[in-house]
Every structure is written in C-alpha cells, then in structure tokens.
C-alpha cells in the first residue's frame, strides 16, 4: 500500500519543482539503517541531483549507509 503524503492548502499551492524536492529531502531523511538494493539505487542516483541540498543530503546518508 501506497502512503499518502498530506495535502494541506499550503502544500497544495507550492509548484510541482518544490513538491519534488520537499519529497526528495523526506525521503532521504527517512531511510532505514539497512538499505535494500533499490534504496542504495535511487540514493545513488540522488547524489548526482541538480538541486544541491538533495545531492549534499544523498552524499551523508549514503556515507552513512555505507559504513
């Protein structure tokens, strides 16, 4: 099942580059100790990210991750 983020009128309103980034840093911030294969995948992808607070976080956790 699928969560669902929520959708307050504030969040609603902000535009789609915003809503992706505040997703990106949430799941970053989120991620387990254990990293399954897809997670290392997509974290890895994220630390070659255009915005720089998404690829500076992906860097840490991976470096976490990894250890």
């Known amino acids: 099942m ?3 983020g929520h959708y307050c009128k504030t ?19 989120n991620l387990p100790c254990r990293l399954s294969k897809e997670q290392i995948s997509w974290l890895k992808k994220k630390m070659h990210d255009k915005r720089p607070d998404i690829r500076a976080l992906a860097k840490e ?4 991750g990894m250890v």
């Not at 580059?17 to 997703?23: D, H, N, P, R, V």
């Open 11 to 29: 969040c609603a309103s902000l535009p789609p580059e915003k809503k992706s980034e505040m997703a990106a840093m949430n799941r970053l911030l």
């Open 61 to 64: 956790q991976y470096e976490i």
């Open 2 to 4: 699928k969560k669902r």
